[in-house]
């Protein structure tokens, strides 16, 4: 009869807020290391490639004179 019945472990009963504290900090770090890699990947680097693409086709005196033809600056008025 006492091969079938186990006992039950002892508690933990020293350096348990320790312990605590040294897994919590372990997943959090972890976490947070993929939460920054993800953050690169999905959302800065296309950031990145959309500003050049963008900045490659991007004509800043042809910009100028259609804001300057539509009346949006007070220092030079629309060429006519």
Request: net charge positive.
């Given at each position: 009869m006492s091969?079938?019945?186990s006992r039950a472990a002892r508690p933990?009963?020293?350096?348990?807020l320790h312990n605590q504290i040294k897994k919590n900090l372990i997943v959090s770090i972890g976490l947070c290391v993929v939460a920054g890699v993800g953050q690169y990947f999905l959302i800065n680097a296309p950031a990145k490639e959309r500003y050049?693409?963008?900045f490659s086709t991007y004509n800043i005196e042809a910009e100028?004179?259609?804001m300057k033809n539509l009346g949006l600056f007070d220092s030079c008025g629309p060429s006519d």
């Open positions: 091969g079938a019945v933990e009963m020293r350096r348990l050049v693409k963008f100028f004179n259609r």
